[in-house]
């Protein structure tokens, strides 16, 4: 059973840029959650997608969006990347059985030059 | 946001137990206490929750106070591998976001 996995593991993009992160889910799994870990921090909940609609946002701005697809995978994506962007991005995802433990996934490592 | 609150940094002999506390006087009946850990480059790993009760799995035991107020994570026994930086969690029922604070980093030496 694979666990939560995301794609790319690495990417470099240079401020102004667009970028798509992507991200399935475990198996089983319908909620997916984005989080971005600044290095030296723990990660900020960005949002929360649930059939296919945002269920919950954190204080990120609108430039950070994303989707959810009818088979629970997700993508997060940034518009107008800033320097500060740069970060490790985890996605979550978890059933709908309580309570909400989540399991993530490796990670993307974006960096903005 | 519920915030829990654990200190910076502890240090461990390997193979005694680790006791990591954290502190959460704001949580509500209906909040779970969660751990996760994350190694370095890694994404964090569930370890552990609880709601009431004390609980055992094959990571670790949570120790859960009385009033809810603060909790235990307990490594038995730590290895190497355990080290890695600790958080301590509170999320509701379903369909909550999880807040992370800084964590406790755990530094075991052999």
């Known amino acids: 059973d694979a666990g939560v996995t995301q794609s790319p593991t690495h990417l470099i993009k240079t401020r102004g840029q667009q970028v798509t992160l992507r991200c399935s889910p475990k198996s089983g799994h319908d909620t997916v959650s984005w989080y971005q870990q600044a290095l030296g921090q723990g990660p900020q909940f960005i949002f929360q997608?649930?059939?296919?609609?945002?269920?919950q946002r954190g204080n990120f701005p609108d430039r950070f969006s994303g989707h959810q697809y009818p088979n629970y995978s997700s993508e997060l994506n940034v518009n107008a990347l800033l320097l500060g962007d740069s970060a490790l991005y985890l996605c979550a995802s978890s059933g709908t059985g309580a309570p909400d433990t989540q399991y993530f996934g490796p990670g993307t490592r974006l960096t903005v030059l | 946001d519920a915030k829990t609150t654990q200190p910076n940094s502890m240090e461990s002999n390997e193979e005694e137990p680790v006791h990591l506390p954290c502190n959460h006087s704001?949580?509500?009946?209906?909040?779970?206490i969660h751990w996760y850990r994350q190694l370095p480059s890694q994404g964090p790993e569930y370890v552990i929750h609880?709601?009431?009760s004390n609980v055992n799995n094959r990571m670790a035991s949570l120790a859960i106070a009385e009033d809810r107020k603060s909790s235990t994570l307990i490594l038995h026994r730590a290895t190497l591998r355990d080290a890695a930086v600790y958080y301590c969690i509170l999320s509701g029922y379903n369909f909550n976001k999880f807040y992370f604070g800084s964590g406790t980093k755990l530094n075991v030496k052999p």
């Open positions: 704001t949580i509500s009946g209906t909040d779970y």
């Open positions: 997608y649930y059939e296919e609609e945002e269920r």
């Open positions: 609880g709601l009431t």
